[in-house]
């Protein structure tokens, strides 16, 4: 069992879970959360998280861990995804543990050990600036035998580092690329547009093997999801842990959490699109946690302590091959008009079965909000359901994230 | 929506659970989950029901932690409104906290689980029904409904029609009924506030029972809907206009002499009340006297001017502007048309072309303007209640309480100077003041302290306000960096040559702190204190400039009041007499210090404090420094101590105190 856990960034549930497992912890993050973390008595390191230099590094950071006798860390942030590595090689004694991380936190240097391994990635290439955005789409167009007038083939660019779908920009043709391509975009990634249906899995690994496989099921990717599995995607869910304990031996990953989003083809083929080592967003873990009845944060920081037992991970985790009575499902809401004064629930929630909660606030007094978003921009709150037929949460989810809320 | 299924409770007590497992760290963010569903539930009586059974749980659980709400015994009651206006998810700890009070007030509970008393919360949820009557009787005015949701609308509806079933009804009456009085005895010139009270009181509560019936609201009520036998026995307008055509003249007596005397009662006229007027000033003129219900100096006035004053009746009268009459016989008894300039200012006011620009103000302030009024009756007969309540003056919901007390003083001491001024707004939508030789164009100043005015207001101040309030702050504007209050130099160039021009601030500007407390106040008591002055009394008003403080004495903010008199009390005590102008002379200042407006020798519209609580609350006024200060030395040092007990132990704590003596 681990003497002490470092959680890498800041997340009051983790925190929480960690209060109730009674193992000792220590926050590692910015100095702005010294105050609230002194008043309530949260152990806490402060840490320029953000610099690397001579005083702000992990050999710096490693003697700071010393006194709280720490021999675990844990990455709550994309961004603190290296700090982790570092500290863990270092408490492991093995420097591939840092490398790993950089695996993580490069998307090309992701797909190409992906791709030597054998798992099915599309096109890729580091491109510099436009026009090698535009080399790229013309050699996609030559693999696909373009004939004169067709479309251009779909382009995907990505910043190396960035988590979920900021600076994600889809490209489907070379004026497209003139549009919506900025000089700060580069370097980045260019891939070619995977088909197939979208989804992610969140495989708790211990010891290089999977403990416990959660699928997401998107209805949209950045709005809505629910989990369990609905039933077309669990049918596939042994041909998914498959792919995923393959792309944990292939990353060579043996602690932790592995976050990898998936297409799956109408042929039952499943191309990698990309994966992260950190708590995924959208709530994700909390409708986990839910739907299967245990302690989804706790789980996540013990996965990462190579000394835990067996036992302690087996009272943690729920039954082998549980399947869950009920679905949790969540929209995230987002103003669509840029300009509103109220928020309005609709009356069709109240009477509304598989309604639970909302966290939704109204704006302030009449509020703009400037379509330069990152991502999908900040969301106003959630709206929690649950209900046992995945088909009708799908269809609330689909239907919700098109309400006007704020109006 | 009145039926809610199962799954809605369900979810509750799992998230509940949830809210109770969770520590401090998230328990605020499970709070707001929870009151989404507390949202639906008090959208429906069971849920409020099922809610009611768990508020005390849920608030032992901490659901109010770290909320306004979280100790009730410091619920204010006039905030509730507010809360409930903004919306979900302050709305919906709203409902909660209010069902816990009533839990509170209902349900039998161990010592240690009563955090507070019946009695306290029992004089809360009425004062909370009392500020949320449109809720209570589902009456929402059209402001409301512009600034709530249906669904929110409906939340209040049900949480008030809730509280009404479990609440004892008859501590409500005695308040409205209270408030209706109190209110009325200000004499405010905006009487809708008063007649919309009468209206719910009458409509709601069951004020004709027997046990009633001796009740002083009765009077109130029978003033607005039964000012007499004809008025009680053809209620409907069209019926008392055929009675009156049509009764003897010992009928028409008894009408009128009824009349006059609910009116001189209450201060407030009826519809019926107009009618009888244009009848008698028509038919029997002699009678006019006895439905104003005049004195012997107005009677005096009516028998020289009675051509005069028919014609200006004629011209302006309706059901719907009614309320003039009272201004009408108040100035009357005042004897303010003997005075030539008066007579002939309305004259001139007469034959106005009012700027359309101002009409469209004119109009706006009248909640619903009668097609049988044009801009000019109104303003004429709001020209007629300002001059004869001038103490009746407020300033609605507006930052502009020096304006408000400008035209009450004008109104005391320079009718004819405050009629030409409304010619002038009226005709031109512009004034021009002088300024320490500049001349200052209201149309040429950029904004003042009126971002947008609140048209809640006498037609009068709705068409001065916006021009005045320019001035004044451009007269502000322009003393400022003089290292002294700019108020100084500003109140005797605004409000005339009525205002001292020696001032006395206890605040240095230089060293930002209360300067020599004890000289101020010394000069205070020398300057008005009749004990202490040589029992002099205080001639014009006096602009002075206040310090509010909340009810727990803490600073708030500044104010502008007019001092009117000083004078002893029927205790002997010695007293402040005052005009606030924020329509509102009752209020509490902390340190028990509770402006009266009524059975402490007040005249309507006067507010008044014993003098060395009103001290305590002064930071500026205006003296005449030549006479004061051979006054000074007779001033006790003990009656200086009680003032600066008070005010250091008040809004003092928010300044620097320097002992420093200054010369005055």
């Not at chain 1, 499902?329 to 008009?337: A, S, T």
């Not at chain 2, 015994?73 to 009533?102: D, W």
């Amino acid at each position: 069992m681990a003497n002490c856990f470092a959680l890498m960034g800041w997340s009051l549930p983790v925190i929480e879970s960690m209060q109730k497992l009674g193992k000792p912890y220590v926050v590692v993050s910015f100095p702005d959360f010294q105050h609230y973390a002194d008043e309530n008595n949260i152990p806490f390191l402060p840490y320029s998280l953000d610099e690397w230099n001579d005083t702000s590094n992990s050999l710096d950071l490693a003697e700071k861990l010393k006194p709280f006798n720490v021999d675990v860390a844990v990455p709550l942030f994309e961004e603190t995804v290296e700090w982790a590595g570092a500290l863990n090689s270092i408490y492991r004694n093995d420097p591939r543990v840092l490398n790993r991380a950089f695996l993580f936190r490069n998307k090309a240097m992701m797909k190409r050990k992906a791709l030597i391994g054998g798992l099915r990635v599309g096109l890729f290439e580091e491109v510099h600036n436009k026009e090698g955005v535009k080399a790229f789409m013309r050699r996609l167009n030559e693999a696909n035998l373009q004939l004169p007038g067709e479309e251009d083939s779909w382009v995907h660019i990505k910043p190396f580092a960035s988590a979920g779908t900021v600076g994600h920009r889809l490209l489907k043709s070379m004026n497209d690329i003139d549009e919506k391509c900025q000089d700060g975009d580069f370097p980045c990634l260019a891939e070619s547009h995977l088909p197939g249906r979208e989804f992610s899995c969140e495989a708790f690994v211990h010891k290089g093997k999977i403990r416990f496989l959660n699928i997401t099921e998107y209805v949209k990717l950045g709005y809505s999801n629910f989990i369990p599995e609905g039933h077309y995607l669990h049918s596939k869910r042994d041909l998914i842990e498959k792919h995923v304990q393959k792309l944990v031996d292939i990353f060579g990953i043996e602690y932790g959490m592995v976050h990898p989003e998936w297409f799956l083809t109408e042929n039952d083929e499943l191309n990698f699109g990309e994966t992260a080592c950190r708590i995924p967003g959208g709530h994700i873990l909390e409708l986990c946690g839910k739907s299967f009845d245990f302690d989804a944060l706790a789980a996540f920081v013990l996965c990462h302590d190579p000394n835990a037992s067996d036992e302690e991970l087996d009272s943690i985790f729920p039954p082998k091959d549980y399947r869950p009575e009920n679905y949790n499902g969540n929209v995230m809401i987002y103003p669509r008009k840029t300009q509103f004064s109220k928020l309005e629930i609709p009356e069709e929630l109240n009477n509304e079965p598989y309604f639970v909660d909302h966290s939704l606030v109204p704006p302030l007094s009449t509020q703009k909000i400037s379509d330069n978003r990152e991502g999908f921009g900040n969301h106003f709150g959630t709206i929690n359901f649950r209900g046992e037929d995945p088909d009708r949460m799908t269809e609330l989810l689909k239907h919700y994230e098109q309400v006007d809320f704020y109006i | 929506m009145d039926v809610i299924t199962d799954t809605v409770y369900e979810n509750f007590e799992r998230s509940f659970d949830e809210f109770k497992n969770a520590t401090n760290l998230t328990k605020q963010e499970k709070a707001t989950k929870l009151a989404s569903q507390i949202d639906i539930l008090s959208l429906s009586r069971n849920g409020l029901t099922f809610l009611y059974k768990k508020s005390l749980e849920l608030e032992k659980e901490g659901f109010f932690n770290g909320t306004p709400w979280s100790d009730p015994e410091k619920l204010v009651p006039f905030l509730v409104k507010g809360t409930l206006l903004n919306g979900h998810p302050g709305s919906s700890f709203e409902v909660l906290s209010e069902l816990r009070m009533l839990y509170y007030l209902n349900e039998e509970l161990s010592e240690s689980e009563q955090r507070i008393s019946k009695e306290t919360a029992q004089d809360y949820m009425e004062e909370v029904i009392v500020h949320n009557l449109e809720f209570a009787f589902k009456e929402i005015s059209e402001e409301t409904r512009s600034l709530m949701s249906e669904r929110e609308i409906k939340k209040a509806i049900n949480l008030f029609g809730f509280l009404l079933s479990e609440i004892e009804i008859k501590g409500i009456f005695e308040k409205l009924a209270l408030e209706v009085k109190l209110t009325c005895e200000q004499r405010p010139i905006v009487t809708r506030k008063a007649r919309e009270l009468i209206r719910m009181l009458d409509r709601h509560f069951e004020a004709d029972s027997e046990q009633n019936k001796n009740h002083f609201i009765k009077t109130y009520i029978n003033a607005l809907y039964a000012p007499s036998k004809g008025a009680r026995d053809h209620k409907n307008l069209d019926d008392y206009q055929n009675f009156v055509e049509n009764c003897s003249r010992n009928t028409l007596y008894s009408e009128a002499e009824e009349m006059g005397e609910y009116m001189s009662a209450t201060g407030l006229v009826s519809k019926y009340h107009a009618m009888l007027l244009k009848k008698l000033l028509s038919d029997t003129p002699e009678l006019v006297p006895v439905l104003l219900d005049l004195n012997d100096q107005g009677k005096a006035e009516w028998e020289e001017y009675r051509i005069m004053l028919s014609q200006l009746v004629m011209d302006i009268i309706h059901p719907e502007n009614c309320q003039f009459i009272y201004g009408l016989s108040e100035m009357m008894r005042r004897n303010l048309f003997v005075r030539r300039v008066v007579r002939v200012g309305l004259e001139n006011l007469r034959k106005i072309k009012i700027n359309p620009q101002v009409e469209k103000r004119i109009l706006k302030s009248i909640v619903n303007p009668s097609p049988g009024l044009s801009a000019i009756q109104y303003l004429m007969s709001g020209v007629i209640r300002v001059l004869g309540q001038p103490l009746g003056v407020g300033q609605g919901n507006n930052p502009t309480c020096q304006s408000a007390r400008g035209i009450s003083m004008w109104s005391q001491h320079a009718p004819a100077k405050l009629i030409d001024m409304i010619i002038t707004v009226a005709t031109q939508n512009n004034l021009l003041i002088r300024f320490e030789n500049h001349d200052l164009v209201s149309n040429q100043l950029g904004k003042g302290l009126l971002e947008k005015l609140d048209y809640n207001l006498d037609v009068v101040s709705v068409v001065l306000v916006p021009h005045l309030d320019k001035i004044y702050n451009e007269m502000m504007h322009r003393s400022y960096g003089r290292t002294e209050d700019p108020h100084k130099w500003v109140n005797p160039s605004m409000y005339g040559h009525w205002i001292q021009v020696g001032f006395a601030s206890c605040y240095d500007y230089l060293s930002n702190s209360i300067m020599d407390f004890t000289g101020f106040v010394r000069i205070f008591y020398a300057a008005f204190h009749p004990d202490y002055n040589g029992n002099r009394h205080l001639v014009y008003p006096n602009p002075v400039g206040i310090f509010i403080t909340s009810n727990k004495g803490d600073m708030v903010g500044f104010h502008a009041i007019s001092m009117l008199r000083v004078d002893k009390d029927k205790d002997d005590q010695t007293r402040v007499y005052f005009l606030n102008p924020n329509n509102e002379g009752r209020q509490n200042w902390g340190q028990e210090i509770k402006p009266s407006v009524y059975g402490q020798g007040e005249k309507h519209g006067e507010s008044s404090l014993p003098i060395q609580e009103f001290a305590a609350r002064v930071y500026a006024f205006h003296y005449d420094p030549l006479i004061t200060n051979s006054w000074i030395s007779n001033v006790p040092e003990e009656e200086i101590i009680k003032v600066k007990t008070l005010a250091e132990q008040s809004w003092g704590k928010s300044y620097i105190w320097s002992q420093q003596i200054k010369l005055w």
